[in-house]
């Protein structure tokens, strides 16, 4: 591939040619130990994917962050497809926004892709002096060469939808992407088109709101999200704010790869459902809801009512597959959205999750099952938690999962996570017909670090995936 194109920028020219890219053979995510009791700096994992490397599925290398409790959670890159005709451009540096603490870290992965090292750090007074802005959340890069995150909120934790910008090659602060006075009411995950000029932000809530845990009468009082706001993408504002019937907590957004299409899906968390959001005929942006998760009944649980929790959503690279988890049921779901106003369950998977027979859970009613899921061992390893962030290898074949979600929400939810540590999973995809396999040779234990256990949460290959690069 990089024979015919000695000219060019970083990733894939097209989402197609990006499925015939290399087959992964590192992932780095973050790992977290705020909130384990283990007092030590968040870190950036390293592990070996190349099933012919003598290191198969192990972490080979560690980065810890130089400051404690920052709660790493997602990254971007420097530079993406969406720079691909810049040849002065490529892949170096991996951005770590911190949720909790608002620091900025980059990466330097390219000296040494397998031992990656710290090459700066954004401090958070300069976030907040520049753009009175904090908890930060996703990182993507833009066809000017600048990164862009998003904020959940301002300085002292109240809910403030807006992004920060950051110059793609010293990394300082430049300022608010939005126009000043321009943010949403509140913040979380985007994504943007510009063959249609338009961004479509998604939120979760205030930082003061979700910081030490979930409430169920934060939800009754409405200071969970449920609108998605849609930006003009050259004026950098917002031009419509869509009100969600019956979408909760609208948290990872994804518009299909074809820079073209003018749709897409996003996660409703707390509702468990998919809605699709699509430009009508008039040039206006419509959601509807396109697939529902029952809530299951239960005893033995904080509700009586169990929703999925839809946590995250991946379309695969052709746009022929949507993959999401239910954290807190415990499955992995394949649907074929050939017909993206009718998605078709193609493939589903049990990997953990609260209704494990054994458990403290009953489930009484169940639209779906006919019996409680097995407990998931790997390799000798029970699975605690639930499958959470999803990534797809770029042919679409391999689903790599792991298992947590928030510090203070997994020590809410899956005590056991915490004293026992997070893992790593793969699923193999059949990418004809729809269906999911574990890997059962596939193993990442978080339990046995050698600080302590620890939460791994988003995964990153170091060429690009599914849910890092847009084309322009």
Not at 116 to 130: A, D, G, I, Q
Not at 132 to 161: F, R, W
Not at 213 to 233: E, I, R, T
Request: charged share 20%.
């Amino acid at each position: 591939f990089t024979a015919k194109c000695q000219k060019c920028g970083p990733g894939y020219p097209t989402p197609l040619d990006a499925m015939k890219g290399p087959r992964e053979e590192l992932l780095y995510l973050p790992c977290i130990y705020r909130n384990t009791g283990t007092e030590a700096p968040d870190y950036l994992a390293t592990v070996d994917v190349d099933p012919k490397s003598p290191y198969y599925s192990q972490v080979i290398h560690r980065l810890p962050m130089p400051n404690m409790k920052d709660e790493l959670h997602h990254s971007g890159w420097n530079t993406c497809s969406s720079c691909f005709g810049d040849s002065t451009k490529s892949r170096t540096k991996l951005i770590l926004p911190s949720l909790i603490s608002s620091r900025i870290y980059v990466v330097d992965v390219a000296s040494e892709p397998r031992a990656p090292k710290l090459h700066k750090v954004v401090e958070p007074t300069e976030v907040m002096s520049k753009c009175d802005l904090a908890c930060l959340h996703t990182s993507h890069c833009l066809a000017s060469g600048e990164v862009m995150i998003s904020a959940l909120g301002d300085a002292k934790g109240n809910a403030k939808g807006g992004f920060v910008l950051l110059d793609g090659e010293t990394f300082e602060v430049k300022g608010t992407w939005q126009k000043p006075g321009g943010a949403a009411r509140m913040g979380y995950d985007f994504w943007y088109q510009p063959r249609h000029n338009v961004m479509i932000s998604t939120e979760w809530a205030a930082p003061n709101v979700f910081k030490n845990g979930f409430n169920p009468a934060d939800v009754k009082a409405g200071l969970y999200g449920s609108q998605l706001h849609v930006w003009d993408w050259q004026r950098r504002e917002l031009i419509q704010t869509l009100q969600m019937q019956d979408g909760l907590i609208p948290l990872e957004i994804r518009f299909l790869h074809n820079p073209d299409a003018s749709q897409g899906f996003v996660g409703c968390a707390l509702s468990s459902n998919i809605q699709r959001f699509y430009k009508n005929e008039g040039g206006k942006w419509e959601i509807e809801k396109v697939i529902q998760v029952p809530s299951k009944k239960v005893e033995g649980w904080m509700l009586p009512d169990m929703p999925g929790l839809i946590t995250d959503i991946l379309l695969s690279l052709d746009d022929r597959f949507l993959y999401f988890s239910n954290w807190i049921h415990g499955d992995v779901r394949q649907y074929d959205i050939s017909d993206p106003q009718r998605p078709r369950l193609a493939g589903q998977i049990f990997l953990g999750g609260s209704i494990v027979q054994g458990g403290p859970v009953r489930v009484l009613q169940d639209e779906e099952l006919n019996c409680q899921p097995e407990p998931l061992v790997v390799k000798g390893k029970k699975v605690q938690g639930g499958p959470q962030m999803i990534q797809l290898s770029l042919d679409g074949r391999r689903l790599y999962v792991t298992t947590s979600l928030y510090s203070a929400w997994d020590k809410q939810f899956y005590p056991d996570l915490i004293r026992e540590g997070s893992v790593m999973l793969q699923v193999d995809v059949n990418t004809e017909k729809g269906g999911l396999k574990l890997n059962p040779n596939f193993l990442v234990d978080f339990g046995k670090e050698p600080l302590g256990p620890a939460l791994a949460h988003e995964l990153r290959y170091p060429g690009g995936d599914c849910s890092s690069d847009i084309w322009l």
